[in-house]
T-cell receptor, first 112, second 111 residues
Framework: DTAVSQTPKYLVTQMGNDKSIKCEQN?????MYWYKQDSKKFLKIMFS???????INETVPNRFSPKSPDKAHLNLHINSLELGDSAVYFC???????????FGQGTRLTVV | EDQVTQSPEALRLQEGESSSLNCSYT??????LFWYRQDPGKGPEFLFT???AGEEKEKERLKATLTKKESFLHITAPKPEDSATYLC????????????FGAGTILRVKS
């Protein structure tokens, strides 16, 4: 299936831990994103990569570090997790930096 | 000031009762307005892209229209399976082409 896939779907962890979320797209798109959806369901962009190059970096704590090993992958590493990091994180991709974005199924992160 | 505002926040319809959802935007240099559908526990599903005022797109019971200040998502004779959160997003030169989302409209269609 052609899609944007991210793992894991659920992640429960303790405060202070470090965790990673992986994302892969097989749509052949040039641009990938990380979005955060908070408890009010508001989707906000965190990062955007175009051909492995960071092009959007919103005001996100330095504890969040994206990494794009190649055009089809964009991973998100989070250090020293805090309670407020609990949210659903979505990976997405688009054909170019201006096209419609296609989203993965989300990773629900719960920090306890 | 919010760049993208959706109304109403929630909408309950009877099956077959047509209605419209609104998305108003204040950005300049619009580079695209996008509609998505999101079901509980899933990622947003792309529906339409509109680029210029006067443009319309249709898919089954949904029709999206665009003016210089807002977009409407018209739902004709909705069915219970149309129940979802509908999200609107814009890309603009003003905000570096990033996709900025509204808060969404939760639609419930009762049979």
């Amino acid at each position: 299936d052609t899609a944007v896939s991210q793992t894991p779907k659920y992640l429960v962890t303790q405060m202070g831990n470090d965790k990673s979320i992986k994302c892969e797209q097989n749509l052949g798109h040039d641009t990938m994103y990380w979005y955060k959806q908070d408890s009010k369901k508001f989707l906000k962009i965190m990062f955007s990569y175009n051909n492995k190059e960071l092009i959007i970096n919103e005001t996100v704590p330095n504890r969040f570090s994206p990494k794009s090993p190649d055009k089809a992958h964009l991973n998100l590493h989070i250090n020293s997790l805090e309670l407020g990091d609990s949210a659903v994180y979505f990976c997405a991709s688009s054909p170019t930096s201006r096209g419609e974005a296609f989203f993965g199924q989300g990773t629900r992160l719960t920090v306890v | 000031e919010d760049q993208v505002t959706q109304s109403p926040e929630a909408l309950r319809l009877q099956e077959g009762e047509s209605s419209s959802l609104n998305c108003s935007y204040t950005v300049s240099g619009l580079r695209g307005l996008f509609w998505y559908r999101q079901d509980p526990g899933k990622g947003p599903e792309f529906l339409f892209t509109l680029y210029s005022a006067g443009e319309e797109k249709e898919k089954e019971r949904l029709k999206a229209t665009l003016t210089k200040k807002e977009s409407f998502l018209h739902i004709t004779a909705p069915k219970p399976e149309d129940s979802a959160t509908y999200l609107c997003a814009v890309r603009s030169m003003e905000y570096g082409n990033k996709l900025v989302f509204g808060a969404g409209t939760i639609l419930r269609v009762k049979s």
